[in-house]
């Protein structure tokens, strides 16, 4: 079974769904925000009451931490497993998504965490899938 976008019953999976996350001794309403938040890291308390679409656009407009590319991949799995393993309920619906493949499917064109027009390396997918394994003990 293939899951290919995060959207309807599989949204709680996409960093756009609200559900609180504390990274770094901030809490953010929502895995966009935390995200965004560390391209610059001493304003991350600007991002933490954020809906998502506004973190992404201020994200998009801040000043980049110089190693940001090499670390950007840790964090962003780091940020996810703080969502899981703070929202059991969040947790219990992954692990219900069984040995799916999870694929961020998406019409933005974003081909670094998911996938746009069959082409991708779905990297938020791939985390996914870590999470339900490493969390779900399956």
Same mark, same amino acid.
């Given at each position: 079974m293939k899951i290919d976008s995060f959207k309807g019953k599989y949204f709680f999976?996409?960093?756009?769904?609200? !559900?609180?996350? =504390?990274?770094?001794?901030?809490?953010?309403?929502?895995n966009e !925000?935390?995200?965004?938040?560390?391209?610059?890291? =001493?304003?991350? @308390? @600007?991002f933490s009451t954020l809906d998502p679409s506004m !973190?992404?656009? +201020?994200?998009? +407009?801040? +000043?980049?931490?110089?190693? $940001? @590319?090499?670390? +950007?991949y840790g964090i962003m799995f780091d940020i996810v497993m703080n969502k899981f393993k703070q929202n059991p309920d969040l947790l219990e619906k992954l692990v219900k998504t069984g040995t799916a493949q999870? &694929? =961020?499917?998406? *019409? $933005?064109?974003d *081909? *670094?965490?998911? &996938?746009?027009?069959h082409k991708g390396k779905n990297y938020l997918g791939r985390i996914l899938m870590q999470m339900r394994v490493l969390l779900g003990g399956k």
């Open positions: 999976l996409s960093n756009f769904y609200m !559900a609180d996350v =504390e990274y770094n001794g901030i809490k953010y309403s929502n !925000a935390a995200f965004q938040a560390q391209k610059c890291p =001493e304003r991350a @308390e @600007e !973190a992404k656009r +201020k994200g998009r +407009k801040i +000043k980049l931490r110089p190693d $940001w @590319e090499s670390v +950007k999870l &694929v =961020e499917g998406n *019409t $933005w064109g *081909t *670094t965490w998911g &996938v746009y027009r």
